[in-house]
């Protein structure tokens, strides 16, 4: 059984910047494809940032190319979002999902998933 605990959500204002955190244990970390994923209040849950097992392969939705960076340090078993430039519309639970094998950026590909730490950004 994989657990994960994300950390390091909270209010800015728009133009800011925060750093997700998300703490993996139960599991060989480096087999695991690891992604985020966002839940803004009365929609759906969608797909932000994927990364590889080894880290050298990433991919990003569209609203947050260029202003997130997906990073995993297999030593520490953590995987990390860096969100620069948020708006308000980045506002929105943040969840940390866990896969064995390939990168996907598809939800129900993941198996292994975080409580949730809560973005918000105001304008």
């Known amino acids: 059984q994989v657990q994960l605990v994300e950390s390091g959500g909270g209010l800015v204002q728009a133009g800011g910047s925060l750093r997700l955190s998300c703490a993996v244990s139960?599991?060989?970390?480096?087999?695991?494809?690891m992604a985020w994923f966002r839940q803004a209040p009365g929609k759906a849950r969608e797909f932000v940032a994927a990364?590889?097992?080894?880290?050298?392969?990433?991919v990003y939705a569209d609203s947050v190319k260029g202003r997130f960076t997906i990073s995993r340090d297999n030593a520490k078993n953590t995987v990390y979002l860096q969100m620069n430039s948020l708006k308000p519309e980045d506002t929105a639970v943040y969840y940390c999902?866990?896969?064995?094998?390939?990168?996907?950026?598809?939800?129900?590909?993941?198996?292994?998933w975080g409580q949730g730490t809560q973005v918000t950004v105001s304008s």
């Open positions: 139960g599991r060989t970390f480096s087999n695991l494809a």
């Open positions: 999902a866990a896969k064995l094998g390939v990168v996907s950026r598809t939800e129900f590909n993941f198996d292994s």
């Open positions: 990364i590889r097992r080894s880290g050298d392969v990433t």
